[in-house]
């Protein structure tokens, strides 16, 4: 069965630092988006993307944020400047925009921690 | 823009009995999907079941339904048969329906634990 992936499973980066968090979507699936959820609080939307730009961000979703397509396969979540409260799960996922499509099919998550 | 309610933090269960978890939301509208989502510990997101609003017919997957009143703007999701396995954070989450790429909106989510 197709399925999301992300790596890596955890990242340990020192505060200031820059990470690029990593997804293969599903091959057939045209929407993708990135989600976050700090520890023991609700899933978050950060960005979707579609055709190769940014569909809708949310306010989480600042100038230290952003992401890309590089080429036909990987979906990238960069932060420029990473600080102590972007320490969360960082799940990226992917919807067939077909008809009748209509679900979203998640990674098993990113596990970032600033130190 | 749209909330989703989950007013129940924890519940438990006992194993093989039912139990029934609550989902209120509030949008203004007329058609979107609805979404129980199951998280485990190994906290990856697992799609349980899915409604489409313009649906009457509640959903079912095996042993799971849901109970959906869109008057009332309540998604409830019932689990039967419980098993240890099913314990996990479940989210309820929202999504309009319209063209283009439009993202889910969650609950903050009730911890179920299945008591054996």
């Known amino acids: 069965e197709p399925e999301v992936t992300q790596t890596p499973s955890h990242q340990v980066t020192q505060m200031g630092q820059e990470v690029i968090l990593r997804c293969v979507p599903i091959?057939?699936?045209?929407?993708f988006y990135w989600y976050r959820q700090i520890l023991g609080q609700k899933v978050e939307f950060l960005v979707s993307?579609?055709?190769?730009?940014?569909?809708?961000k949310s306010e989480i979703f600042d100038d230290q944020f952003s992401v890309e397509r590089p080429d036909g396969s990987n979906f990238t979540l960069k932060i420029r400047s990473t600080k102590l409260e972007d320490s969360a799960m960082y799940f990226c996922?992917?919807?067939?925009?077909?008809?009748?499509?209509?679900?979203?099919?998640f990674g098993q998550g990113t596990r970032l921690t600033v130190v | 823009a749209q909330t989703v309610t989950q007013s129940q933090p924890e519940m438990s269960v006992q194993e093989a009995e039912t139990v029934t978890l609550s989902c209120t939301y509030d949008?203004?509208?007329?058609?979107?999907?609805l979404f129980w989502y199951k998280q485990p510990p190994s906290r990856q997101m697992i799609l349980v079941i899915r409604q489409e609003a313009y649906k009457q017919q509640n959903a079912t997957e095996n042993r799971f339904s849901v109970n959906f009143q869109k008057a009332a703007k309540s998604f409830s999701l019932k689990i039967s048969d419980s098993q240890l396995g099913d314990t996990a954070m479940y989210f309820c989450a929202f999504m309009k329906q319209r063209s283009g790429n439009t993202p889910l909106v969650f609950g903050k989510g009730t911890r179920l634990s299945v008591i054996a």
């Open positions: 091959s057939n699936h045209l929407y």
């Open positions: 993307f579609y055709n190769n730009e940014i569909s809708e």
């Open positions: 996922a992917s919807r067939d925009p077909g008809q009748g499509q209509f679900e979203a099919f």
């Open positions: 949008t203004s509208e007329n058609n979107y999907y």
